[in-house]
């Protein structure tokens, strides 16, 4: 991520990051929709929902990114560093206590939002990436203080319970973990 925010990323590090974002959006797409089940009957059922449409709308941007940055040996290969994030996803959609993996996601979606924010105007400024190139990190890059206001509605007026939030931060700093793993293996890559 900092090789690209100084202008010396290359684009065949970022082909393998869109291959490796078309497994991750589709998991965690899932890994939503089995959120907003286990609490259909709850608006936090609808918020899972809505993060599972905005998963789909993110979709649509990686062919436009993965054209722009060319072709890679590793596209067609799954990163273990890459995708240990959406692991624990689909972890927590299965055993994760929903409101507290909401508040996690919110809190996740502030630093992911940020890296993309960095990387959009970087590709722009040193490799003259266009508007459909980007669209995938401009689509993360928005302040997430809509989605935190409908988390806030959507858990409740009570908000989470001294042990629910121990949770929702055990669950947000493994979620942290595995974002800076995703990095940190594109940063390796040869």
């Keep these: 991520m900092t090789e690209f925010a100084t202008g010396r990323g290359q684009l065949g590090t970022l082909a393998v990051l869109a291959a490796q974002q078309q497994r991750i959006i589709t998991s965690d797409r899932r890994s939503l929709l089995l959120l907003a089940t286990r609490c259909a009957d709850a608006p ?6 809505g993060l599972a449409d905005g998963e789909s709308a993110a979709l649509r941007t990686l062919p436009a990114l993965a054209a722009a940055c060319g072709p890679t040996y590793t596209t067609d290969g799954p990163l ?7 692991s624990y996803l689909a972890w927590l959609s299965l055993n994760g206590h929903p409101p507290a993996v909401a508040a996690a996601l919110v809190a996740n979606f502030t630093a992911w939002g940020g890296y993309c ?8 400024r040193f490799h003259g990436l266009d508007e459909g190139a980007c669209a995938f990190f401009d689509f993360f890059a928005q302040p997430p203080t809509a989605l935190e206001q409908a988390a806030t509605e959507a858990i409740g007026p009570a908000g ?14 493994l979620l942290q973990a ?3 793993l995703f990095w940190t293996t594109l940063t390796e890559l040869p």
């Design 160 to 173: 989470l319970t001294p042990t629910e939030l121990t949770t929702a931060h055990e669950y947000g700093r």
């Design 80 to 86: 273990p560093g890459c995708q240990a994030y959406p």
């Design 44 to 49: 936090l059922g609808a918020w899972f929902a």
């Design 178 to 180: 595995y974002e800076q």
């Design 117 to 124: 924010a960095t990387l959009a105007g970087a590709l722009r």
